[in-house]
Antibody
Framework: QVTLRESGPALVKSTQTLTLTCTFSGFSLSTSGMCVTWVRQPPGKALEWLALIEWDDDKYYSTSLKTRLTISKDTSKNQVVLTMTNLDPVDTATYYC????????????WGQGTLVTVSS | DIQMTQSPSTLSASVGDRVTITCRASQSISSWLAWYQQKPGKAPKLLIYKASSLESGVPSRFSGSGSGTEFTLTISSLQPDDYATFYCQQYNSYPWTFGQGTKVEIK
């Protein structure tokens, strides 16, 4: 059974750094083709793709946010960590992690999301 | 970045209606397109991947078509459980991008 769960602070202040952890089970990020990604959604707005890490440690980032994002994995702990620097109130959103199983597949399992509010 | 444009933004339909949502990519993405359904307060749910492949467990009233730059999601007979917001997403190249969403409302 595949599950993903996001964890991190619910409230952060402007200019601070946010660290979110995605803890998953039911699959291994060392399996060829496996990926974990982060997506966010500001209240009432659309989904926004943020970053992705592949099984072989290749990493990809949103063009507009790449200077502020870092994604990493700890395969032994079944965790993926997303760090976002220099937060602003516009970064207030629900942050989701999700997995992609391999070539040709899409995001088939998602966490329930974690709401992060950035205060000024 | 590849831009994904959905139309319409909002759609009002009745139970039993046939519903079609369109997604256009700013450049060719071959068939690397997914459709998701999202209900309020919930995570998105994968419906369709590779433009027309139905995800396991998804009702057959959902179907996807298209390739290149134009894609459609069709619900053959709208059911009460289908009222939600639908998003397309391209995964042809990084950075991945989502459409702005189409909200399907009760008429």
């Amino acid at each position: 059974q595949v599950t993903l769960r996001e964890s991190g602070p619910a409230l952060v202040k402007s200019t601070q750094t946010l660290t979110l952890t995605c803890t998953f089970s039911g699959f291994s990020l060392s399996t060829s083709g496996m990926c974990v990604t982060w997506v966010r959604q500001p209240p009432g707005k659309a989904l926004e793709w943020l970053a992705l890490i592949e099984w072989d440690d290749d990493k990809y980032y949103s063009t507009s946010l790449k200077t502020r994002l870092t994604i990493s994995k700890d395969t032994s702990k079944n965790q993926v960590v997303l760090t976002m620097t220099n937060l602003d109130p516009v970064d207030t959103a629900t942050y989701y992690c999700a997995r992609k199983e391999g070539y040709g597949y899409a995001l088939d399992y998602w966490g329930q999301g974690t709401l992060v509010t950035v205060s000024s | 970045d590849i831009q994904m444009t959905q139309s319409p933004s909002t759609l009002s339909a009745s139970v039993g209606d046939r519903v079609t949502i369109t997604c256009r990519a700013s450049q060719s993405i071959s068939s690397w397109l997914a459709w998701y359904q999202q209900k309020p307060g919930k995570a998105p749910k994968l419906l369709i991947y590779k433009a027309s492949s139905l995800e396991s467990g998804v009702p057959s009233r959902f179907s996807g078509s298209g390739s290149g730059t134009e894609f459609t999601l069709t619900i053959s007979s709208l059911q009460p459980d289908d009222y939600a917001t639908f998003y397309c997403q391209q995964y042809n190249s990084y950075p991945w991008t989502f459409g702005q969403g189409t909200k399907v409302e009760i008429k």
